[in-house]
């Protein structure tokens, strides 16, 4: 079952910086949009960030201008840079194609913003 890997969480202080990685070894996701979704406890999971076929971005107003999307196909991989984190960033991260597809949901990474 193709599931993708995230990684690069972790706890950060207010103001710093996680680049957080998606890697999907079978390639699975280069014909894709793909996004980057988060669920923070309590919260509905929601997407953040969304790479599309044509390279075009798109950013929830919660985050634009703080992070950024960008992927490799060569690769197979899928990135988020989050700049200046702030605590109601906190959530596990995933990414995933955009519209999400069920069976590729992966563990996600943990990210954490506290002082």
């Known amino acids: 079952q193709e599931q993708l890997v995230e990684s690069g969480g972790g706890l950060v202080q207010p103001g710093g910086s996680l680049k957080l990685s998606c890697t999907d070894p079978?390639?699975?996701?280069?014909?894709?949009?793909m996004g980057w979704y988060r669920q923070a406890p309590g919260k509905q999971r929601e997407l953040v960030a969304n790479?599309?076929?044509?390279?075009?971005?798109n950013y929830a107003d919660s985050v634009k201008g703080r992070f950024t999307i960008s992927r490799d196909n060569d690769e197979g991989m899928v990135y988020l840079q989050m700049n200046n984190l702030k605590p109601e960033d906190t959530a596990v991260y995933y990414c995933n194609a955009m519209p999400a597809i069920p069976n590729l949901w992966g563990q996600g990474t943990q990210v954490t913003v506290s002082s």
């Open positions: 790479i599309n076929g044509d390279r075009s971005l």
């Open positions: 079978a390639r699975f996701i280069n014909g894709y949009a």
